[in-house]
């Protein structure tokens, strides 16, 4: 496997519409940047949220998730509640190829400020608009800023394609178009 280079991120981005939509140049003036860069992308967060607003007793089980614990909210700025989290979804949408994994890091401006990105792989083959966890680990309010960037992609490619694509294995998180709460397979 080896790291993926700017152009061929932009190859891949307007030959097989790989990032929706793409940006070829890494935009930082005034904003927490996205874009392209040297060897990833820096996907935005859309303006759309769930703030979590369960109380100190709720226990989050991930195969029954309840939307009723969470407050949709649309904005410019989300503000994330000291020591809690909101999912958002990138404003981006990715089409990973057969022999490419990618991976997420969260943006080294949003970690000075106590905010921990999931690290979430987007398997080969799976698309959609990506589902992040944006925890504040701060003890106070934290905002985060719709159409800015949120988190580094990292692609992977392979010598060879997988075996089993998360298209072959009917993902449940396939070509997902919003925030999507986490789901048990049936």
């Given at each position: 496997m080896s790291v993926k280079s700017d152009r061929w991120i932009e190859e891949m981005a307007m030959k097989h519409k790989m990032i929706e939509p793409f940006e070829k140049?890494?935009?930082s003036s005034g904003v927490i940047s996205f874009g392209v860069s040297s060897y990833g992308y820096d996907m935005r967060v859309a303006d759309?949220?769930?703030i979590f607003h369960g109380r100190k007793d709720t226990v989050l089980?991930?195969?029954q998730i309840t939307t009723d614990l969470f407050i949709d909210?649309?904005?410019a700025v989300c503000t994330i509640p000291p020591n809690s989290f909101v999912l958002g979804r990138s404003l981006e949408y990715f089409r990973i190829p057969r022999n490419v994994i990618a991976v997420t890091n969260g943006k080294s401006t949003y970690a000075r400020c106590g905010i921990f990105v999931n690290v979430t792989p987007l398997e080969p083959e799976w698309e959609g608009f990506v589902t992040i966890s944006i925890a504040?680990?701060?003890p106070v309010p934290v905002k985060i800023y719709?159409?800015?960037g949120v988190a580094q992609v990292i692609f992977l490619e392979s010598d060879e394609a997988c075996r089993n694509s998360y298209a072959d294995k009917k993902g449940k998180y396939q070509a997902q178009q919003n925030i999507t709460n986490a789901k048990i397979k049936e």
């Amino acid at each position: 496997m080896s790291v993926k280079s700017d152009r061929w991120i932009e190859e891949m981005a307007m030959k097989h519409k790989m990032i929706e939509p793409f940006e070829k140049s890494q935009i930082s003036s005034g904003v927490i940047s996205f874009g392209v860069s040297s060897y990833g992308y820096d996907m935005r967060v859309a303006d759309e949220f769930r703030i979590f607003h369960g109380r100190k007793d709720t226990v989050l089980d991930p195969k029954q998730i309840t939307t009723d614990l969470f407050i949709d909210y649309k904005g410019a700025v989300c503000t994330i509640p000291p020591n809690s989290f909101v999912l958002g979804r990138s404003l981006e949408y990715f089409r990973i190829p057969r022999n490419v994994i990618a991976v997420t890091n969260g943006k080294s401006t949003y970690a000075r400020c106590g905010i921990f990105v999931n690290v979430t792989p987007l398997e080969p083959e799976w698309e959609g608009f990506v589902t992040i966890s944006i925890a504040n680990l701060a003890p106070v309010p934290v905002k985060i800023y719709a159409n800015e960037g949120v988190a580094q992609v990292i692609f992977l490619e392979s010598d060879e394609a997988c075996r089993n694509s998360y298209a072959d294995k009917k993902g449940k998180y396939q070509a997902q178009q919003n925030i999507t709460n986490a789901k048990i397979k049936e």
